[in-house]
């Protein structure tokens, strides 16, 4: 006779992602860098979609299947500028208030979407 068999498909997310967190978001590509400020992210209740929206910005959403790891850390390398204001808003603790969510549909063709959380706590809880 078969066991009967829970499936628990429930992701845990975050309190804060659930809620609504507002972080500033940017991307840094080959030859430009797009930075959103007071982006609202959330997660959907049941953690498929990642979705962002920010004033006079169109929002963007990332299917949770296609993240393929959220690391701590990360700030621009490229553009001194933008390190330089975002240093200026957030304080020399950049790094450890930082996240970076890779995406994709294969471990090729990765995308990278850099956000800043408001202090350190949030981004330890917000990047497990």
């Given at each position: 006779?078969?066991?009967?068999?829970?499936?628990?498909?429930?992701?845990?997310?975050?309190?804060?992602?659930?809620?609504?967190?507002?972080?500033?978001?940017?991307?840094?590509?080959?030859?430009?860098?797009?930075?959103?400020?007071?982006?609202?992210?959330?997660?959907?209740?049941?953690?498929?979609?990642?979705?962002?929206?920010?004033?006079?910005?169109?929002?963007?959403?990332?299917?949770?299947?296609?993240?393929?790891?959220?690391?701590?850390?990360?700030?621009?390398?490229?553009?001194?500028?933008?390190l330089f204001n975002l240093q200026q808003k957030?304080?020399?603790?950049?790094?450890?208030?930082?996240?970076?969510?890779?995406?994709?549909?294969?471990?090729?063709?990765?995308?990278?979407?850099?956000?800043?959380?408001?202090?350190?706590?949030?981004?330890?809880?917000?990047?497990?």
């Amino acid at each position: 006779m078969t066991k009967r068999f829970e499936f628990n498909w429930h992701i845990p997310v975050p309190e804060p992602l659930i809620q609504g967190c507002v972080f500033d978001r940017w991307t840094e590509e080959k030859d430009s860098t797009d930075l959103e400020t007071g982006c609202l992210f959330k997660v959907d209740e049941y953690g498929f979609f990642i979705y962002w929206k920010s004033e006079g910005h169109d929002g963007d959403v990332i299917e949770l299947c296609q993240v393929s790891d959220v690391r701590a850390g990360g700030v621009p390398n490229k553009d001194q500028k933008l390190l330089f204001n975002l240093q200026q808003k957030h304080g020399e603790n950049l790094e450890e208030k930082s996240l970076t969510v890779c995406s994709g549909t294969d471990y090729i063709n990765i995308n990278y979407q850099h956000v800043v959380c408001p202090d350190s706590e949030t981004a330890k809880v917000c990047g497990r």
